[in-house]
T-cell receptor, first 120, second 120 residues
Framework: KAGVTQTPRYLIKTRGQQVTLSCSPISGHRSVSWYQQTPGQGLQFLFEYFSETQRNKGNFPGRFSGRQFSNSRSEMNVSTLELGDSALYLC???????????????????FGAGSRLTVL | AQKITQTQPGMFVQEKEAVTLDCTYDTSDPSYGLFWYKQPSSGEMIFLIYQGSYDQQNATEGRYSLNFQKARKSANLVISASQLGDSAMYFCAMREGKRSYTGTASKLTFGTGTRLQVTL
Protein backbone atom coordinates (compact mmCIF):
# COMPACT_ATOMS: atom_id res chain seq x y z
CA LYS A 1 0.00 0.00 0.00
CA ALA A 2 1.58 3.26 -1.12
CA GLY A 3 2.10 5.93 1.52
CA VAL A 4 1.50 9.64 1.33
CA THR A 5 3.40 11.07 -1.62
CA GLN A 6 4.60 14.65 -1.70
CA THR A 7 6.15 16.40 -4.67
CA PRO A 8 8.52 17.99 -5.18
CA ARG A 9 10.76 16.83 -2.35
CA TYR A 10 13.12 19.77 -2.63
CA LEU A 11 12.80 23.14 -4.27
CA ILE A 12 14.49 26.52 -4.25
CA LYS A 13 12.64 29.75 -4.97
CA THR A 14 13.40 33.43 -4.67
CA ARG A 15 11.52 36.05 -2.74
CA GLY A 16 8.34 37.22 -4.42
CA GLN A 17 7.81 34.02 -6.38
CA GLN A 18 5.02 31.59 -5.75
CA VAL A 19 5.14 27.85 -5.20
CA THR A 20 2.72 24.97 -5.47
CA LEU A 21 3.22 21.76 -3.51
CA SER A 22 1.36 18.55 -4.20
CA CYS A 23 0.18 15.77 -1.93
CA SER A 24 -1.29 12.40 -2.91
CA PRO A 25 -2.91 10.72 0.09
CA ILE A 26 -3.06 7.04 0.86
CA SER A 27 -5.66 5.36 -1.32
CA GLY A 28 -9.03 5.62 0.38
CA HIS A 29 -8.03 8.46 2.68
CA ARG A 30 -10.35 11.40 2.23
CA SER A 31 -8.85 13.88 4.65
CA VAL A 32 -5.66 15.80 3.92
CA SER A 33 -3.97 18.24 6.25
CA TRP A 34 -0.86 20.38 5.87
CA TYR A 35 1.77 21.39 8.39
CA GLN A 36 4.76 23.72 8.28
CA GLN A 37 7.91 22.80 10.17
CA THR A 38 10.62 25.36 10.87
CA PRO A 39 13.46 25.38 13.40
CA GLY A 40 12.07 28.50 15.05
CA GLN A 41 8.33 27.81 15.17
CA GLY A 42 8.32 24.02 15.13
CA LEU A 43 5.39 22.18 13.63
CA GLN A 44 2.37 24.32 12.88
CA PHE A 45 -0.98 23.40 11.41
CA LEU A 46 -1.82 25.10 8.12
CA PHE A 47 -5.18 23.69 7.01
CA GLU A 48 -7.19 20.54 6.50
CA TYR A 49 -9.43 19.38 3.68
CA PHE A 50 -12.17 16.80 3.53
CA SER A 51 -14.40 16.12 0.55
CA GLU A 52 -12.86 19.03 -1.37
CA THR A 53 -13.79 21.49 1.39
CA GLN A 54 -11.47 23.31 3.75
CA ARG A 55 -12.60 22.27 7.22
CA ASN A 56 -10.10 24.04 9.42
CA LYS A 57 -7.37 26.64 9.03
CA GLY A 58 -4.37 27.58 11.10
CA ASN A 59 -3.06 31.04 11.86
CA PHE A 60 -1.27 31.79 8.61
CA PRO A 61 -1.58 34.77 6.26
CA GLY A 62 -3.74 34.62 3.17
CA ARG A 63 -0.66 34.00 1.03
CA PHE A 64 -1.03 30.38 2.08
CA SER A 65 -3.85 28.60 0.33
CA GLY A 66 -4.80 25.11 -0.63
CA ARG A 67 -7.34 22.97 -2.34
CA GLN A 68 -8.42 19.38 -2.62
CA PHE A 69 -9.52 17.58 -5.75
CA SER A 70 -12.23 14.99 -6.19
CA ASN A 71 -9.65 12.18 -6.00
CA SER A 72 -8.56 13.56 -2.57
CA ARG A 73 -5.22 14.79 -3.89
CA SER A 74 -4.35 18.17 -2.46
CA GLU A 75 -2.20 21.11 -3.38
CA MET A 76 -1.02 24.03 -1.33
CA ASN A 77 0.15 27.30 -2.74
CA VAL A 78 2.26 30.03 -1.23
CA SER A 79 2.28 33.32 -3.10
CA THR A 80 4.74 36.21 -2.78
CA LEU A 81 7.31 34.08 -1.02
CA GLU A 82 9.23 35.50 1.93
CA LEU A 83 12.49 34.29 3.43
CA GLY A 84 10.56 33.08 6.48
CA ASP A 85 8.56 30.67 4.33
CA SER A 86 11.62 28.42 4.10
CA ALA A 87 10.47 25.26 5.79
CA LEU A 88 9.61 21.61 5.53
CA TYR A 89 5.98 21.34 4.44
CA LEU A 90 4.37 18.12 5.58
CA CYS A 91 1.17 16.65 4.28
CA UNK A 92 -0.84 14.08 6.19
CA UNK A 93 -3.82 11.97 5.23
CA UNK A 94 -6.35 10.07 7.29
CA UNK A 95 -9.70 8.35 7.30
CA UNK A 96 -11.69 10.19 9.94
CA UNK A 97 -14.50 8.15 11.41
CA UNK A 98 -17.75 9.59 12.60
CA UNK A 99 -18.89 8.56 16.03
CA UNK A 100 -22.34 9.72 17.11
CA UNK A 101 -22.29 12.50 14.54
CA UNK A 102 -18.83 13.79 15.43
CA UNK A 103 -15.49 13.05 13.85
CA UNK A 104 -13.57 10.81 16.22
CA UNK A 105 -10.60 12.32 18.00
CA UNK A 106 -8.70 9.08 17.51
CA UNK A 107 -8.03 10.03 13.90
CA UNK A 108 -4.44 8.96 13.15
CA UNK A 109 -2.56 11.06 10.64
CA UNK A 110 -0.14 9.40 8.23
CA PHE A 111 2.48 11.85 7.05
CA GLY A 112 4.46 12.10 3.87
CA ALA A 113 8.19 12.79 3.73
CA GLY A 114 7.61 16.47 3.12
CA SER A 115 8.60 19.13 0.62
CA ARG A 116 11.60 21.14 1.68
CA LEU A 117 11.29 24.71 0.42
CA THR A 118 14.20 27.12 0.46
CA VAL A 119 13.49 30.77 -0.29
CA LEU A 120 16.50 32.87 -1.28
CA ALA B 1 -5.27 27.43 24.41
CA GLN B 2 -3.65 24.08 24.14
CA LYS B 3 0.00 23.63 24.94
CA ILE B 4 2.44 20.75 24.74
CA THR B 5 5.75 20.87 26.59
CA GLN B 6 8.73 18.63 25.96
CA THR B 7 11.49 19.69 28.32
CA GLN B 8 14.24 17.38 27.05
CA PRO B 9 15.87 18.79 23.93
CA GLY B 10 18.17 15.77 23.68
CA MET B 11 18.56 12.37 25.25
CA PHE B 12 21.13 9.61 25.04
CA VAL B 13 20.41 5.96 25.74
CA GLN B 14 22.45 2.82 25.32
CA GLU B 15 21.26 0.11 23.01
CA LYS B 16 18.90 -2.38 24.69
CA GLU B 17 18.15 0.01 27.54
CA ALA B 18 14.75 1.59 28.18
CA VAL B 19 14.22 5.34 27.87
CA THR B 20 11.43 7.71 28.88
CA LEU B 21 10.66 10.83 26.89
CA ASP B 22 8.69 13.43 28.82
CA CYS B 23 5.60 15.26 27.66
CA THR B 24 3.25 17.49 29.62
CA TYR B 25 0.17 19.14 28.23
CA ASP B 26 -2.28 21.81 29.14
CA THR B 27 -5.91 21.91 28.11
CA SER B 28 -9.17 22.83 29.73
CA ASP B 29 -11.16 20.44 27.57
CA PRO B 30 -12.03 17.09 29.18
CA SER B 31 -11.93 15.35 25.79
CA TYR B 32 -8.58 15.21 24.03
CA GLY B 33 -6.18 12.83 22.36
CA LEU B 34 -2.44 12.50 22.75
CA PHE B 35 -0.06 11.22 20.08
CA TRP B 36 3.61 10.43 19.76
CA TYR B 37 5.37 10.66 16.43
CA LYS B 38 8.93 9.81 15.43
CA GLN B 39 10.78 11.85 12.82
CA PRO B 40 13.96 10.33 11.41
CA SER B 41 16.41 12.48 9.46
CA SER B 42 14.46 11.67 6.28
CA GLY B 43 11.74 14.02 7.50
CA GLU B 44 8.72 11.72 7.48
CA MET B 45 6.64 11.73 10.66
CA ILE B 46 5.92 8.20 11.81
CA PHE B 47 2.97 7.52 14.13
CA LEU B 48 3.91 5.56 17.23
CA ILE B 49 1.08 5.55 19.75
CA TYR B 50 -2.22 7.19 20.72
CA GLN B 51 -3.95 7.78 24.05
CA GLY B 52 -7.46 9.13 24.43
CA SER B 53 -8.32 11.18 27.48
CA TYR B 54 -11.07 8.74 28.47
CA ASP B 55 -9.01 5.61 27.91
CA GLN B 56 -8.78 3.67 31.15
CA GLN B 57 -5.56 1.87 30.36
CA ASN B 58 -2.19 3.13 29.20
CA ALA B 59 -1.63 2.59 25.50
CA THR B 60 0.99 0.13 24.30
CA GLU B 61 2.30 -0.64 20.81
CA GLY B 62 5.10 -3.16 20.69
CA ARG B 63 8.17 -1.61 22.32
CA TYR B 64 6.32 1.68 22.87
CA SER B 65 4.13 2.43 25.83
CA LEU B 66 2.56 5.62 27.03
CA ASN B 67 2.68 6.46 30.71
CA PHE B 68 -0.51 8.50 30.97
CA GLN B 69 -0.98 10.40 34.23
CA LYS B 70 -4.11 12.44 33.75
CA ALA B 71 -4.03 14.32 37.04
CA ARG B 72 -0.47 15.43 36.34
CA LYS B 73 -1.29 16.11 32.69
CA SER B 74 1.64 14.07 31.51
CA ALA B 75 1.94 11.56 28.69
CA ASN B 76 5.45 10.20 28.72
CA LEU B 77 6.64 7.82 26.02
CA VAL B 78 8.57 4.77 27.16
CA ILE B 79 10.70 2.91 24.64
CA SER B 80 11.87 -0.45 25.85
CA ALA B 81 14.95 -2.24 24.54
CA SER B 82 16.23 0.69 22.49
CA GLN B 83 17.65 0.00 19.05
CA LEU B 84 20.04 2.02 16.93
CA GLY B 85 17.19 2.67 14.53
CA ASP B 86 15.31 4.49 17.27
CA SER B 87 17.66 7.46 16.91
CA ALA B 88 15.39 10.29 15.74
CA MET B 89 13.34 13.28 16.85
CA TYR B 90 10.27 12.41 18.90
CA PHE B 91 7.25 14.66 19.04
CA CYS B 92 4.36 14.65 21.44
CA ALA B 93 1.13 16.08 20.04
CA MET B 94 -2.37 16.79 21.20
CA ARG B 95 -5.61 16.71 19.28
CA GLU B 96 -7.87 19.72 19.55
CA GLY B 97 -10.30 18.74 22.27
CA LYS B 98 -13.61 20.02 21.01
CA ARG B 99 -15.58 17.75 18.81
CA SER B 100 -16.30 19.42 15.57
CA TYR B 101 -19.12 18.97 13.18
CA THR B 102 -17.02 20.28 10.35
CA GLY B 103 -13.38 19.68 11.24
CA THR B 104 -12.02 16.20 10.75
CA ALA B 105 -9.92 16.23 13.91
CA SER B 106 -6.77 16.63 11.85
CA LYS B 107 -5.39 19.62 13.74
CA LEU B 108 -2.62 18.61 16.10
CA THR B 109 -0.62 20.84 18.41
CA PHE B 110 2.97 19.61 18.60
CA GLY B 111 5.66 19.98 21.22
CA THR B 112 9.17 21.09 20.34
CA GLY B 113 10.47 17.55 20.24
CA THR B 114 13.21 15.51 21.86
CA ARG B 115 16.19 14.27 19.90
CA LEU B 116 17.01 10.72 20.97
CA GLN B 117 20.40 9.24 20.23
CA VAL B 118 20.90 5.52 20.80
CA THR B 119 24.51 4.51 21.37
CA LEU B 120 26.31 1.17 21.34
Amino acid sequence: KAGVTQTPRYLIKTRGQQVTLSCSPISGHRSVSWYQQTPGQGLQFLFEYFSETQRNKGNFPGRFSGRQFSNSRSEMNVSTLELGDSALYLCASSTPQKVQGFFSGANVLTFGAGSRLTVL
Amino acid sequence: AQKITQTQPGMFVQEKEAVTLDCTYDTSDPSYGLFWYKQPSSGEMIFLIYQGSYDQQNATEGRYSLNFQKARKSANLVISASQLGDSAMYFCAMREGKRSYTGTASKLTFGTGTRLQVTL
